[in-house]
């Protein structure tokens, strides 16, 4: 499946998600002064989406010579079972209920929820911060925390001396577990979402072996929850 390299190089598989993670910190937030209409959101969606594009793009020789080109329906199907399992979950607070009832609440971080109808003046700048932020959430985001967690993590935990060669259907009980703990530590306040969801694509991948139906599976959850936060207002799922 891969060509034996002495020095496994992880960095294309590490560097578009922390890119595209810490650009939105370079920006103002919309609690600092003279923000005027949020235009610095849209800049800073636009700079996630190119500078994610541009290294997904320079690496994508990498990516395909660990992972051929093939994709099956079953990755929309499980994308579709995905949200309606995410949407379901988050809406029980299984996570608040249970941390405040030891008075542990105040453990899991706020996420306010931003509403892009109350945030721009203009019709221009609502339409470019959406086409943006979609292609984002539903392009940028899927392949570059696949590529993080199943391209790298997941193998790397498995076999960290020779985790190129290791494929997707032989990772073991220790690569899951730390799998859910990145689906805890990168989502704690939709935690148990977040178990269900990476386990069931986590299932699928060790059925199919396919890297890009896990690709599918997240861009068609995570347009779908977009599409769903905007019909809904459920802001804090944005």
């Known amino acids: ?113 931003f509403n892009p109808y109350a945030e721009f003046a203009s019709d221009a700048w609502f339409s470019a911060f959406l086409f943006f932020r979609f292609s984002v959430l539903a392009l940028i985001i899927p392949l570059a925390e696949e590529l993080f967690v199943r391209g790298w993590l997941i193998r790397w935990v498995h076999d960290s001396d020779d985790w190129e060669q290791v494929p997707l259907t032989r990772v073991g009980w220790y690569s899951f577990w730390a799998l859910m703990a990145y689906a805890v530590l990168t989502h704690p306040q939709e935690a148990l979402a977040a178990i269900v969801w990476f386990g069931l694509v986590h299932a699928m991948m060790k059925w199919t072996g396919r890297f890009w139906d896990c690709v599918l599976a997240h861009a068609v959850t995570n347009f779908l929850l977009g599409v769903y936060v905007m019909g809904t207002a459920t802001w804090h799922l944005w």
Do not use: K
Not at 57 to 68: D, G, I, K, N, Q
Not at 72 to 98: D, M
């Open 1 to 113: 499946m891969m060509t034996n390299t002495a020095n496994p190089n992880p960095w294309p598989f590490l560097v578009p998600l922390l890119a595209v993670l810490a650009l939105p910190m370079l920006f103002p937030t919309s609690s600092d002064e003279q923000i005027g209409d949020n235009r610095w959101l849209v800049a800073s969606v636009v700079a996630q989406t190119v500078v994610g594009a541009l290294f997904l793009v320079a690496w994508m020789p990498e990516y395909l010579r660990h992972f051929p080109w093939r994709i099956s329906p079953v990755g929309i199907l499980v994308g579709v079972v995905g949200v309606l399992l995410w949407v379901g979950l988050c809406a029980g607070q299984l996570e608040h209920r249970v941390l405040d009832a030891f008075g542990w609440g105040f453990l899991l971080p706020s996420r306010p929820g």
